[in-house]
């Protein structure tokens, strides 16, 4: 879910999860998005994640395989993100992503871990 608040010079900045760094609109990343001016709706963007993830395949605890080719697709994606102006003018954001791969009961595959980040 996209999260926004305005920082000191009243921008508005919005932080959300982010499929168009992918053609095939597979993996995600997240981006903040801040208004070039502030009630200009314009805004300029971001991306805060170092690591995209890829949601249709290798889910280790919330997987359903739905399609041949999304073997073991997550079924549980995004509900925990948030971002917060900071009094310097920037935004820290926090947001869940699958980069992550853990092993349990003698299958391996991602789980879905928090992070946090900085952006101008």
């Known amino acids: 879910m996209p999260w926004s608040a305005y920082d000191t010079s009243g921008k508005l900045r919005i932080g959300y999860f982010d499929r168009s760094y992918d053609s095939a609109n597979h993996v995600y990343g997240y981006t903040v998005a801040t208004e070039i001016s502030s009630q200009s709706l314009t805004f300029t963007t971001a991306q805060v994640t170092t690591t995209l993830s890829d949601p249709t395949k290798g889910d280790r605890w919330f997987a359903r395989s739905v399609h041949t080719g999304f073997d ?28 992550e791969d853990i092993t349990f009961a003698g299958r391996t595959g991602h789980g879905e871990d928090a992070y946090f980040g900085r952006a101008s």
């Open 72 to 99: 073991f697709a997550t079924a549980f994606l995004g509900d925990y993100s948030n971002i917060a102006a900071t009094a310097d003018g920037h935004v820290v954001a926090y947001w869940t992503d699958m980069r």
